[in-house]
């Protein structure tokens, strides 16, 4: 019965999203692949960093792999948003959807800054996720040298391979400005990477990490 219930959910998705009256249906075929592409070299890279470890062979070669699907894909994209703007989840669908913030997530510093405040207006219009938004807003605050808003980066020391909350404004509010935005507690977020949220612990390691920073100048 459940797979039945499934395949009559796909099946009246597919006629939405894919009916020969929907003026998007090939900026939908598209955004599938590309959402399937930026994926699915991640997920692997999770796996291999896990068996080889983090700075392995097999582990380089698959980000060179990566980065290349990624430029691809942003090609892709950017003519889409070019040409008909942030498309909603009305008009293509929730993975299409997201798959546009992916791509710009995953992009270089300038493109993020260029798309960013067409993001705004499209999470203000509701054609999208203000909690997706958010960690476009963190990264871009963070390549800018500045403090994230809602602790949605996560780096990684190369000694001790821990991980920790990058530069995070206010951290003792951090809940409440995640909750404006539809994010879950930040507690549960770092469950993720074995990671318990203790405030003091978070400055330490920021502490840390500016100093790493400092002298590699």
Not at 35 to 60: F, M, P
Not at 123 to 143: G, I, Q, S, T, Y
Not at 183 to 199: C, G, V
Request: glycine share 4%; net charge neutral; aromatic share 10%.
């Amino acid at each position: 019965m459940k797979n039945i219930l499934l395949l009559i959910s796909f099946l009246t998705i597919s006629q939405k999203y894919y009916g020969q009256d929907n003026k998007y249906k090939n900026v939908i075929e598209q955004l599938f692949v590309v959402d399937n592409d930026d994926q699915k070299y991640r997920l692997e890279i999770q796996y291999l960093e896990e068996k080889y470890g983090i700075h392995s062979r097999q582990v380089d070669s698959l980000w060179n792999l990566m980065r290349i699907t990624d430029s691809l894909n942003l090609i892709k994209v950017k003519a889409i948003l070019d040409k008909y703007g942030w498309l909603s989840e009305a008009e293509i669908g929730t993975q299409c959807n997201t798959a546009l913030f992916m791509v710009i997530q995953h992009s270089d510093l300038k493109t993020q800054e260029y798309y960013l405040p067409l993001m705004r207006d499209a999470v203000k219009n509701k054609k999208a996720k203000p909690n997706e938004l958010a960690l476009l807003e963190d990264r871009v605050a963070l390549r800018n040298n500045k403090e994230q808003i809602y602790g949605s980066q996560i780096g990684q020391d190369p000694t001790t391979l821990k991980y920790f909350v990058l530069p995070l404004i206010d951290p003792e509010n951090v809940d409440k400005r995640r909750a404006e935005v539809g994010l879950r507690p930040i507690a549960q977020y770092l469950e993720h990477w074995d990671l318990n949220w203790d405030i003091q612990q978070h400055k330490k390691d920021v502490e840390v990490y500016k100093q790493r920073l400092l002298q590699k100048k």
